[in-house]
């Protein structure tokens, strides 16, 4: 159900790279994996389940007032970028992605 | 018996009499770091400096008869995937390496302002992925019981440090069993509240509809007091409560109460030392007065499969953010592209990456509904099917987990079967319920009672655990291992 090809495509779409025998091995785990989730189907297919109930009781948790807060001084988030100036993050450039 | 292993309200009270500094305390509780963490792995970072300061000033407020809070001078320690300002914040990742959050989390805010000492930050399972506590950059974490097996996870760091007297007070987050799973395993109080009661602002998020904050002590009291510092509605989490009540209007009293007893969730059988724990358990909970009741929550087995395909999916998107540009580790690439694949391969550990792997297949075009959707219809029913048990019963106790610690390695190279070790705690994560693991005393390894309330109970569910813990005494700390002399 989900072979090597399955697992280099999603890697692509998480942006994660794979050797060759990871992606084998990963496989192998996914499918054991989504195989026991294969239970869920048993789960609706049951019949003498009542239909699902309103949620649980829970206050609707509030929304706040949309107004500016106070936000982190632009220097203390920028200290921690792995690349930055003093205004931005840097980046290699984008436009060279393109084919 | 030395006070990093006595319980906090004790403590509170030494210290309140004068009995006790703060800083005799830190101190007794850094004797204990360094006479056990290389063997034990439980913290990732000691701030000796920082806890110093706090303790001396806590004993100043004292000695000048200044205002206190509740947990003043009460060293505690934060699992390493909740921000303390100017700490490295790792969430024991690679990804993360060099990271310093510029503000703390609410909850760690939270507990300065209650006069709380910040000793340093608890190893976890990579992201909080994990029930072992074997998945961690920086090592695997070993059960102060017995070093040889694991302590659980993924607040692995935070519940051995409590056991082994690092601190008496630490925080985990809990997505679904992390704080209880290990608290049954080392032998100490863990508690989740319920969903959205404490604020997860400053918490690295891994599945946000799942994810919460909670306290780890010694006792029931412990956990209860970090939890009234800790509870409150925060305007920076969109999905923190409004507050409520402290109390119910009228204290509940455990005499009378029906108490509701799941005896396992799935087809995986209780070990016989389990089995055996928990009838003490419950005969003590009859011997305080309540009536039990056999329940079952129908769909509970399916619970599992319904939680890893949402938590996965919740966690691909969440660590989409972990991509070299705004913080921690950055890769190599000539462009962005290479540069954003580069970093996520080398920054995420193997069980974090199966899990995004899993949670974007699981959000794919043409499996979505199949997959996410499912689980979601599912999370559904077992709400319903706690709505339905708590008509006739006013809490649920079941075991923590089918067994006591494995030994290490044991389940590394079977992902299903270390997942299936949460199949008894996950259930109330998916419905948002709070739940504690209070240690039952054994003859061997530490196994915890597992107390579930209906939304918003979270005091009946401390109040349940408290009876058992006073019926049956405190479970000992790890015997004859350094800590307890």
Request: negative net charge; glycine residues 10%; aromatic residues 4%.
């Amino acid at each position: 159900m989900v072979g090597p090809e399955d697992v280099r495509r999603i890697a692509r779409l998480a942006k994660l790279a794979l050797e060759p025998s990871e992606a084998a091995e990963l496989s192998k785990q996914l499918a054991g994996i989504l195989a026991y989730v294969e239970l869920l189907k048993e789960a609706e297919q049951e019949e003498d389940v009542p239909a699902p109930l309103a949620p649980l009781p829970s206050a609707a948790p509030p929304l706040r007032p949309d107004e500016p807060g106070e936000v982190l001084p632009r220097r203390d988030v920028l200290s921690q970028a792995p690349g930055a100036d003093d205004e931005t993050f840097r980046v290699p450039s984008v436009l060279e992605e393109s084919p | 018996m030395r006070p990093a292993l006595r319980p906090v309200p004790e403590l509170a009270r030494d210290l309140d009499a004068g009995e006790l500094s703060a800083v005799e305390l830190l101190d007794d509780c850094l004797a204990n770091v360094a006479q056990r963490n290389d063997e034990l792995n439980a913290m990732i970072h000691v701030d000796d400096s920082g806890a110093r300061e706090a303790a001396e000033a806590s004993d100043r407020r004292r000695a000048r008869k200044e205002p206190l809070g509740p947990l003043d001078g009460i060293p505690v320690i934060i699992k390493d995937n909740i921000a303390v300002r100017a700490l490295p914040l790792t969430c024991a990742s690679c990804i993360l390496g060099g990271y310093i959050p510029p503000r703390d989390a609410t909850a760690t805010a939270r507990l300065r302002a209650a006069g709380a000492v910040i000793l340093g930050k608890a190893n976890l399972d990579e992201f909080a992925m994990g029930s072992s506590n074997e998945h961690s950059a920086f090592g695997p974490v070993r059960n102060p019981h017995d070093p040889e097996r694991v302590p659980g996870g993924s607040s692995g760091g935070s519940c051995v440090a409590v056991a082994a007297g690092f601190a008496p007070l630490a925080l985990g987050s809990d997505t679904g069993g992390s704080i209880r799973l290990p608290a049954s395993w080392c032998g100490v109080v863990g508690f989740k509240p319920t969903y959205g009661r404490v604020s997860r602002s400053g918490l690295v998020a891994f599945g946000s509809s799942l994810d919460q904050i909670g306290p780890v002590a010694r006792t029931v009291e412990g956990v209860a007091l970090a939890f009234a510092a800790l509870r409150g509605h925060d305007p920076a989490d969109a999905t923190s409560l409004p507050d409520g009540p402290d109390e119910p209007p009228e204290r509940e009293k455990v005499r009378g109460m029906r108490i509701g007893v799941m005896r396992g969730a799935g087809d995986t059988a209780l070990a016989d030392d389990v089995a055996a724990a928990t009838d003490t358990a419950l005969r003590a909970l009859e011997e305080v007065g309540a009536v039990l009741v056999d329940v079952e929550l129908p769909h509970a087995r399916y619970a599992v499969a319904a939680y890893y395909v949402i938590a996965s999916a919740e966690a691909s998107s969440n660590l989409a953010r972990f991509d070299g540009v705004r913080y921690g580790y950055r890769g190599r690439g000539a462009t962005l592209e290479e540069l954003y694949v580069s970093t996520r391969t080398r920054g995420f550990g193997p069980e974090v990456r199966r899990r995004i792997l899993l949670g974007t297949f699981a959000l794919c075009a043409g499996y979505a509904d199949e997959y996410y959707g499912r689980a979601t219809r599912l999370r559904e029913r077992i709400r319903g099917d706690y709505t339905r048990a708590f008509e006739t019963v006013d809490a649920i106790v079941s075991p923590v987990a089918a067994t006591s610690a494995f030994r290490l390695g044991e389940r590394m190279d079977d992902p299903l079967s270390m997942y299936l070790t949460d199949a008894l705690t996950i259930p109330a994560s998916l419905a948002g319920l709070p739940a504690v693991s209070v240690p039952i005393p054994t003859s061997r390894l530490p196994i915890g009672l597992h107390v579930q309330g209906p939304f918003d109970c979270d005091a009946r569910v401390l109040r349940v655990a408290a009876a058992v813990e006073r019926e049956l005494g405190l479970a000992a700390p790890p015997g004859g291992n350094g800590a307890a002399t």
